[in-house]
């Protein structure tokens, strides 16, 4: 595998274990839904978007590093996926 095909592997792998992740949260409670749920609102997914796009903008504007930044994008591709699962059920 090329270093280019290992690293697509590799991100799409964080991603999938982000999407993981906030199925763990939601079922320990810490939040109702994920945009995978149609109980959750365009609008409200669209907020949960926004507030990663935010924390993506900060980790450049205030230069918090490559590690925050990619764990940022990491969530915002993860709610996209997310929101993604419930379009393809419906
Ligand atoms: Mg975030």
Known sequence: MGNA??????????????RHRQGRLKAEGRFLHTPADP??????FLAVLME???EVA??????EGTARLRDEL???????V??????ARS
């Open 5 to 18: 095909a290992a690293a697509r592997s590799a991100v799409v792998g964080s991603i999938l274990d982000e």
């Open 39 to 44: 109980e959750m609102s365009d609008t409200a």
């Open 52 to 54: 990663e796009v935010g």
């Open 58 to 63: 900060r980790a450049i504007n205030d230069g």
């Open 74 to 80: 990491v969530q915002v591709a993860a709610v996209c």
């Open 82 to 87: 997310a929101r993604l699962e419930l379009l």
